[in-house]
């Protein structure tokens, strides 16, 4: 150990030859912010004698990036042809290994007025504005460049923007990046969700919209801005409002009704200050659910899509700050409730070696509410210290009941329609002809109900200690569920029926603390950074469940309420076999020390080493009551989760970025406690749940590379990547199938020999270099996973290991234009599947889809918009999975009431095309499913917007 430390010394100090003082920073027009080339810099001492002068010439994202002569106090002064000159008084420190160089920040020069009056010949001037610049590392996109009809929210602006993706659920990609954040004017909306803003914002009110990594700038000085690691920093899409709407109200309302009384209600009003919002968005409908919808061709997908879903929601958001922005309070309160009502029916094929032959219907309808208040609440008194707070309260409320029926055969049925066996079985036919091929069946009617309180807080410190910075951290999070439920169990075997009812009280609670502290060694060709954290946690969850059998007694008629009120008084029918209370305990304490070597080169290459290792102590304790068991278990486990990171991220200043990433990672995941205790439960009828076995852990080895190339003012944009996982000793669920009796039985189990290699690469470019308004995207991925279970075959005892090897591959291309209010994307992708197994057949498979989005407008100031996509299969065996589906939808809008209001008709599924009927095959089924779902119809809608702008005075 002591030849380690001397070593390090030596290659220290061997850095430390040649001490030089470097200087960098920006230097921008203040207005338009664009980048200042070749400009004139001088550093004068404080009795303004020239020390020495150079000429800031670009070097990757910066202006100024050189050596000087020796640290000090200067007077610097910028000098540029048509500008004032600039002037800086700068302090540059100089302390040995630790502040070897300095950055002067952002420096704003102001272009000199025109003082002479000139008069010029009449000529024609046609403005053309940028649609995009680039600001640094900030991409800026102008709103107004954006021709879009006067009832455009701020979705479809979005969707036009050059490297922007939208995607259905609301997420949004900018270059192939995902925005972790949407911001307005710089400030968390609705805690960062994106779709109150996307469907909300009219479009005139934006100014410019930028894209850039968020660093809290609350303990940021100039000297922090030379050794930041942007891309570990969230990407953002900040909203920035026109002037005249700093201080305003807007706000919108829409009501709409359709065919087959489909409905729906909206509201939105927000109040905006310079220093403070407050928003309300509501909402009630029958067809949106709670998913983004947007009428830019974001209509749910033919497949995936189950359920008919009726929403209610409040939102309430709220910002407030200081003039000084010392402190900030930002907080929201939600509520909302939901019914779902879902339909599935289910014919499968299980491979068990003897195939075994499923029915399976199920019928839910599900209610909930929740209530929710979250905040992210902040004090910075000063550049060195900031402290943060985030309280989180919800409470959730569910009243759940289905029937679900279903039956095992041991052949192939022959059914006229979907269900008929379970309809024949189920429905008193003695003579049919599926009893005598079946092997089990069961019918339970089921009723749950229950609530649950989460309460959870964070506070949050980093105190800056010249270049380090000292961190800390206290939370803690505390849950109570209280769940019961009815279970009335039927079988055709049987002629008596089973009665069950269970108590599910569980809580639990954890609170833990971290600290860490970020120390800066700076050299002439390297940053050295080291970071040493401590965090502890403890839990404690306790969970209890009281089986009641009430078979035959006078308890077995009553409902679920009563049951529940008459815990004590039916206490004598708890069956203990099945009834247990388990306690929980762990704690936690964990060691980490990251390090980050940043190589200093003249190349335009930052070069990054970054090898972390961290400790983990883990001590788990259980206690657990089941029957005649009454046992506790201890287990106290070291962890070591070693991993490293190589960077290499290039900015020539010539248009041209790229950036390396070589990554290795361990990771080790610890097997319930509860694995360990000796225990079988036969609660639920044919289905077996056996524990008692000590298990090793389970290891995760991922290790990845990407290249990634930006060339962003032509807009061709490329990345790509390969990754590579193993498991070993993975966590699986045994299965063992009965083919007597049907009963199914799991006991936890690990297994080796699972493995995945995967890889991605997408490329965008525009298509007319002139104006761009052709772009062509293409998304590619490839995957092969060796996937390894234990699966029974019937005529064994023990189950058997279930090898399947599965290769699939995707490409998806979009190409997209847009001029003057005309969009139009042509969009086909495709999905191949190769699965292979002595289990089953192999299988070739393509699932595709093609087709268009198009928008115009028409006469008399209405817009049009439709989406016409195909959806097909090919290459199964069983021609019924081999499917084409064609889907039309469209929408007319007009804005009425000099734009105050917009009436909207939209269609969905015009030609009726969308099936109830999805297909999957996999390692273990071959799988038919008829679910209920949102099929076509016809909405009208009105909207009425409104918007109030700050007042003038003269």
């Not at 950055?103 to 003082?115: P, Q, W």
């Not at 109150?196 to 660093?215: E, F, S």
């Not at 308004?773 to 092969?784: D, E």
């Not at 009431?897 to 269609?907: I, S, W």
């Amino acid at each position: 150990m002591r030849r380690l430390f001397l070593l390090f010394f030596v290659f220290t100090s061997s850095l430390a030859f040649a001490q030089k003082y470097h200087i960098d920073g920006f230097i921008k027009d203040s207005f338009t912010k664009e980048d200042l080339d070749s400009v004139n810099v001088t550093l004068m001492s404080m009795d303004s004698t020239v020390v020495e002068t150079f000429r800031g010439e670009p070097y990757g994202w910066w202006q100024v990036y050189r050596d000087i002569k020796a640290p000090g106090k200067y007077i610097m002064k910028f000098e540029h042809d048509g500008y004032y000159p600039a002037y800086k008084n700068v302090n540059f420190k100089y302390t040995k290994y630790r502040h070897t160089g300095d950055s002067f920040g952002e420096i704003l020069m102001h272009k000199i007025r025109m003082k002479k009056e000139v008069t010029l010949k009449e000529v024609v001037v046609t403005a053309t504005k940028l649609k995009m610049v680039m600001r640094g590392d900030t991409i800026v996109y102008d709103a107004d460049a954006f021709q879009l009809s006067s009832g455009s929210m701020l979705d479809k602006l979005i969707r036009l923007l050059p490297g922007a993706q939208l995607e259905p659920g609301g997420e949004i990609y900018i270059n192939g990046q995902k925005v972790e954040s949407l911001l307005v004017n710089g400030e968390d909306f609705f805690n960062g969700d994106p779709k109150v803003a996307l469907d909300n914002l009219p479009h005139y009110m934006v100014d410019k919209i930028k894209v850039y990594r968020k660093m809290d700038e609350r303990l940021m000085v100039a000297s922090d801005l030379r050794t930041l690691r942007k891309d570990q920093l969230p990407l953002v899409l900040d909203v920035g409002l026109k002037k005249e709407y700093t201080t305003s109200w807007v706000g919108n309302a829409t009501v709409g009704y359709g065919t087959d009384h489909h409905h729906e209600a909206r509201m939105f009003a927000m109040r905006f200050t310079p220093n403070s919002h407050i928003a309300m968005v509501g909402n009630s409908n029958d067809v949106r659910g709670d998913s983004y919808y947007s009428s830019d061709g974001n209509w749910q997908e033919p497949y995936g899509n189950t359920a008919e879903v009726t929403t209610h929601e409040v939102k309430v958001d709220g910002m407030l700050r200081d003039e000084d922005k010392k402190w900030k309070l930002s907080d929201q309160l939600s509520l909302k409730a939901q019914k779902r009502d879902y339909l599935s029916k289910t014919s499968t094929t299980m491979f068990l070696g003897d195939d075994v032959y499923s029915r399976y219907l199920f019928n839910n309808t599900n209610k909930n509410i929740k209530l929710g208040f979250n905040g992210t609440n902040s004090y910075t008194p000063s550049k060195q210290f900031t402290l943060d707070f985030t309280p989180k309260v919800s409470y959730y409320h569910y009243d759940n009941r289905y029937t679900s029926t279903s039956a095992d055969f041991n052949r192939q049925l022959a059914e006229r329609y979907m269900g008929e066996a379970l309809d024949s079985l189920f429905g008193g036919n003695l003579e049919s002809e599926y009893r005598k091929i079946l092997i089990s069946s069961l019918k339970n009617r089921y009723y749950g109900k229950g609530n649950e309180l989460t309460a959870e807080g964070k506070v949050s410190s980093i105190y800056k200690i010249r270049k380090d910075h000292l961190s800390w951290s206290l939370s803690g999070h505390y849950n109570n569920k209280k769940n019961r439920s009815l279970n009335n169990y039927e079988r055709v075997e049987s002629a008596n029926d089973m009665a069950r009812f269970s108590d599910m009280p569980q809580r639990n609670y954890r609170y833990e603390g971290n600290i860490g502290y970020d120390y800066s060694l700076d050299f002439p060709a390297l940053h050295l950074y080291i970071s040493p954290q401590y965090g502890f946690k403890q839990s404690y969850a306790s969970d209890s469940r009281w089986h009641h059998i009430l078979d035959g007694t006078e308890a077995s008629a009553w409902g679920l309420d009563q049951l529940y009120s008459n815990r004590d008084s039916i206490s004598r029918y708890i069956d203990y076999s099945n009834s247990y209370r388990s306690q929980t305990w762990n704690k936690t304490n964990t060691m980490g020390l990251d390090f980050s070597f940043y190589f200093k080169r003249e190349d335009y290459k930052n070069i990054t080493l970054e090898p972390s290792i961290q400790f983990r102590n883990v001590y788990d304790r259980i206690s657990y009551t089941r029957a005649q068991t009454d046992t506790t278990i201890r287990r106290s486990r070291w962890l070591m989760e070693p991993s490293v990171a190589l960077r290499i991220d290039a900015n020539t200043g010539n248009d041209l970025e790229y950036h390396w990433r070589l990554n290795y990672k361990l990771q080790h995941q610890l097997p319930s406690l509860l694995y360990a205790v000796n225990y079988r439960d036969d609660a639920t009828p044919l289905l077996v749940r056996e524990s008692g076995y000590n298990l090793p852990n389970t290891h995760q080895h991922t290790a990845s590379f990407s290249y990634e190339r930006k060339m962003i003012k032509t807009q061709r944009f490329f990345n790509t990547s390969l990754t590579y996982r193993l498991w070993q000793n993975m966590l699986c669920q045994s299965m063992r199938y009965d083919m007597s009796t049907g009963v199914t039985t799991y006991r936890p189990d690990v297994i080796a020999g699972n493995w995945e290699l995967s890889g991605q690469a997408r490329y965008q470019m525009p298509l007319d270099k002139k104006r761009k308004a052709w772009k062509l995207t293409s998304q590619t991925n490839l995957n092969y996973r060796n996937f390894r279970d234990y699966l029974n075959s019937t005529s064994a005892t023990t189950s058997l290991v279930s090898s399947v090897r599965r290769f699939s591959a995707s490409e998806s291309l979009q190409l997209g234009y847009y001029r003057n209010y005309y969009s139009l994307t042509v969009s086909a992708n495709v999905f191949y599947n190769h699965s292979e197994s002595d289990r089953f057949a192999t299988l070739n498979a393509f699932d595709f889809n093609y087709g268009v989005n198009y928008g115009m407008p028409l006469v008399w100031g209405i817009d049009f918009y439709t989406t016409l996509k195909m959806y097909s299969r090919r290459g199964y065996s069983d021609d019924k999975y081999n499917t084409d589906q064609f889907i039309v939808n469209f929408n007319l809008g007009k804005d009425i009431f000099k734009g105050k209001a917009r009436l909207k008709f939209e269609v969905f599924d015009l030609l009726n095309k969308m099936s109830n009927y999805s297909y999957n095959i996999n390692a273990q089924m071959q799988q038919e499913t008829y679910t209920n779902l949102l099929r076509r119809y016809a909405m009208v809608s009105l909207t009425y917007r409104f918007s109030q702008k700050k007042k003038h005075t003269k």
